[in-house]
């Protein structure tokens, strides 16, 4: 069973920085690309990173050059460290696993998201 895990999310101040990481299990993590999809409160769902099973990286121009993805297949895990956080980034964010090894594609599994929240 594909299990994903979101943690590191929380209250952070405007200017801040947090780091998401994502426990995969239930496949072989390294054969498979990863994304994080973040959703803001009242607010429909909006891409933020990919990653493919190589270590190719995409981002959203909102976060480019702020938020940096990676992974470490040893681990199974997935990370998504945020620098310069804005209170626009404030939203829970969800761990994605693709269909096949490279971004984009479809997302088949979705974690159960991790909440960020950047005000002051």
């Known amino acids: 069973e594909v299990q994903l895990v979101e943690s590191g999310g929380g209250l952070v101040q405007p200017g801040g920085s947090l780091r998401l990481s994502c426990a995969a299990s239930?496949?072989?993590?390294?054969?498979?690309?990863m994304s994080w999809v973040r959703q803001a409160p009242g607010k429909g769902l909006e891409w933020v990173s990919s990653?493919?099973?190589?270590?190719?990286?995409s981002y959203a121009d909102s976060v480019k050059g702020r938020f940096t993805i990676s992974r470490d297949n040893a681990k199974n895990t997935l990370y998504l460290p945020m620098n310069s956080l804005k209170p626009e980034d404030t939203a829970v964010y969800y761990c994605?696993?693709?269909?096949?090894?490279?971004?984009?594609?479809?997302?088949?599994?979705w974690g159960k998201g991790t909440l960020v929240t950047v005000s002051s």
């Open positions: 239930g496949f072989t993590f390294s054969n498979y690309a």
């Open positions: 994605t696993k693709l269909l096949g090894a490279a971004a984009p594609d479809a997302m088949d599994y």
């Open positions: 990653i493919s099973g190589g270590g190719s990286t």
